[in-house]
């Protein structure tokens, strides 16, 4: 067994993934960081009126228009 980064994990065993807690991708499986980790948060629902493109995980910001319509006769 070996383990060449010292990190208490043999080689064989590491699995890469997101290891940052606050990350949406979190990966509670993972031993060593593959810096995939996304943490930009923001609204990420692009039929709201404060859609961000740049977001990758939601913060319930997201902002809609609500119409009410009223006909009168």
Not at 13 to 33: F, K, Q, R, S, W
Not at 54 to 71: G, Q, V
Request: proline residues 1%; glycine residues 6%; negative net charge.
């Amino acid at each position: 067994m070996f383990d060449s980064d010292l990190d208490g994990v043999c080689d064989e065993d590491e699995v890469l993934g997101c290891t940052d807690e606050i990350a949406c991708n979190y990966d509670e499986l993972a031993t060593d960081d593959d810096g995939s980790c996304l943490t930009y948060y923001g609204c990420t629902d692009p039929e709201s009126c404060n859609y961000d493109i740049n977001a990758t995980c939601d913060d319930a910001s997201c902002e809609y228009i609500n119409f009410n319509i009223s006909i009168i006769q």
